[in-house]
């Protein structure tokens, strides 16, 4: 009689193969994630991150400037002395996000 797993009643073996599938699963995960940063870090990835970043920009200030609310909101914070750009703070936090620098 084969042993069976206290917490799935399955074989040992098959959960031991499932978790074994998994954890090679996850290291192929990790060495393509670790590739990417090294290729990001590159100064060609980073001449394509800049690329990148100036058309979200373009982008994103273009949506905030023709959207009508948006115009107000910004307009409100100008009057209050707020003068930030929120397009490059929202692309900041997003390369932030992609690249993982900064944490969370």
Same mark, same amino acid.
């Given at each position: 009689? *084969?042993? #069976?797993?206290? !917490?799935?009643?399955?074989?040992? #073996?098959? !959960?031991?193969?499932? !978790? ?12 393509? *994630?670790?590739?990417? *940063? ?9 001449? #394509?991150?800049?690329? =990148? ?9 273009? +949506? ?11 307009? +409100? +914070? =100008?009057?209050?002395? !707020?003068? =930030?750009?929120?397009?490059?703070? *929202? ?6 996000? +992609? ?6």
């Amino acid at each position: 009689m *084969a042993d #069976v797993d206290p !917490v799935t009643g399955q074989p040992k #073996v098959t !959960v031991e193969k499932d !978790v074994s599938e998994k954890y090679s699963h996850l290291v192929d995960q990790k060495g393509k *994630a670790d590739q990417l *940063a090294s290729e990001l870090s590159s100064e060609k990835g980073q001449m #394509v991150i800049n690329t =990148i970043q100036g058309h979200l920009l373009s982008r994103v200030n273009k +949506l905030i400037d023709e959207d009508g609310e948006c115009r107000a909101l910004k307009r +409100l +914070l =100008i009057d209050m002395g !707020v003068t =930030i750009n929120m397009g490059e703070m *929202a692309i900041a936090k997003l390369m932030q996000m +992609l690249t993982r620098k900064g944490g969370k």
